[in-house]
């Protein structure tokens, strides 16, 4: 099936450092990958929906400028966050879906493993 | 807005005991739904799902029907196991007008512990 590659699977870094998470489709196209954020015990929180080649589009309340995301090619879409500070703390998933998997409401979206970030 | 709620968890259960973990929705239209399950510190797996009404989604022994009457979709295992326990989201995915947005909307995950 759909794999998708998210690295690094942890990171631990000082406060005011930036930092940027890779996600992969392995062996799928994806046109579209999508960027959540999940704190403990909660559900998952959709950040952001970046297609390849084109800005992304952030949902409301989620600093486009904090949280830079790029999806230069159809394999690979990152997320870097800016000057990350103790509340960045968090859980990011990323998931992709593609034209060759169905795209649209009725085909599921393929998760990684996620990035476990903790700013001290 | 579109929205999904789950029961509360934890659910704690003995192995070969009946499981249902209760989903309800909110969309307009007609949305696919979805469960994924998530085990610790793993990202997420499509578990099952049901595009239109009164479709049944079924893998690994677990069910869960599409029922519009009562905007449901109820996750059922007939007999878990210790491997099952882990946390369990309910999710829609609909449209904005006549286009397929994609975007996952989900439910705010029950943990599931099974004991031996």
């Known amino acids: 099936g759909a794999v998708v590659s998210q690295h690094p699977s942890r990171v631990i870094c000082k406060s005011g450092t930036s930092v940027k998470i890779e996600c992969r489709s392995l062996?799928?196209?994806?046109?579209?990958m999508f960027w959540y954020r999940q704190f403990p015990k909660k559900s998952l929180m959709l950040m952001a929906t970046?297609?390849?080649?084109?800005?992304?589009?952030?949902e409301q309340g989620v600093e486009k400028d904090k949280f830079l995301i790029n999806h230069a090619s159809l394999t690979l879409s990152t997320l870097t966050v800016t000057s990350a500070h103790p509340e960045d703390s968090s859980f990011y998933i990323c998931?992709?879906?593609?034209?060759?998997?169905?795209?649209?409401?009725?085909?599921?979206?393929?998760f990684g493993d996620g990035t476990r970030l903790s700013i001290l | 807005g579109n929205s999904v709620t789950q029961m509360e968890g934890p659910v704690t259960l003995s192995e070969e005991a009946f499981l249902t973990i209760n989903c309800t929705y909110t969309a307009t239209g007609y949305p696919s739904l979805f469960w994924y399950v998530q085990y610790p510190g793993e990202g997420l797996q499509l578990l099952l799902k049901?595009?239109?009404?009164?479709d049944k989604g079924s893998n690994k022994g677990f069910e869960a029907t599409y029922r519009k009457e009562t905007t449901s979709f109820h996750l059922e295992k007939g007999s878990v196991q210790v491997s099952d326990s882990a946390v369990y989201f309910c999710a829609l995915s609909g449209k904005s007008g006549s286009s397929n947005t994609g975007k996952l909307i989900f439910g705010q995950g029950t943990t599931l512990q099974v004991k031996p």
């Open positions: 049901a595009t239109k009404a009164d």
């Open positions: 062996d799928f196209q994806a046109t579209t």
């Open positions: 970046s297609n390849e080649g084109s800005k992304a589009t952030y």
């Open positions: 998931s992709a879906s593609s034209r060759l998997t169905g795209g649209g409401s009725n085909q599921p979206q393929h």
